[in-house]
């Protein structure tokens, strides 16, 4: 069991604010990966608390087209979205624990109540993105500045479906944090080629995302 008695207590009063249902969509493998039994058996866990959230279980390598059609390229992967807009959807890439786990809670809440808070301003600007912006925020489950990056990506994704929010949990995937230069976290990836470090205010990671969009015009 990964929730103490106080731990679902908490989550069960949390979940009271739901409104709508919740899809979570997890891909794991026969052969469960380092840490995908782990993922499975947490969200399960937290599923069992709500009857507004559905958990579907599919196989990375036998459900391929529906893992294509939903973006997902590596696992333990937890995808949530509203049941009635799978297209509003974020992603978690790594077991969401430890600070982590606040994001997954986060997460789950916008996507039922459709509310998210940020400036009314900032909202007009995502609402108008007509490109692909993917973003992925780097972190570890012990960061505790983590979750607040991760929740500015997330509200943006919901905002938009033409953006791609991922919560990437370094250690889990270290060849990604070569890749992406990840020496401290959180650490915001856009694009491929435009960072951020820390938890930065929401409006300069909108700003970074309208850089980002004007070098490939």
Known sequence: MFLKADDEKFVREFFTKLTEPVKISYFTQNLECQYCRETRQLLEEVVALSDKLKLEVYNFQTDKALADILGV??????????????????????????????????????????????????????????RPV???????PTCPYCPSAVKAAQKLAFLNPNIQAEM??????????NRYSVRGVPRTVINEDWSLEGAVPEKMLVAKIQESLRSLA
């Open 168 to 177: 990437v949990e370094s250690i889990e995937f270290p060849h990604l944090a």
């Open 134 to 140: 993917h973003i992925q925020v780097f972190v570890t």
């Open 73 to 130: 390229d590596k696992i333990p992967a937890t995808v949530i979205s509203p049941e009635k807009n799978s297209h509003a959807r974020v992603k978690f890439y790594g077991i969401p624990a430890g600070y982590e786990f606040t994001s997954l809670l986060e997460a789950i809440l916008m996507a039922s109540t459709g509310q998210i808070d940020l400036e009314l301003d900032l909202q007009k600007i995502v609402a108008a993105i007509d």
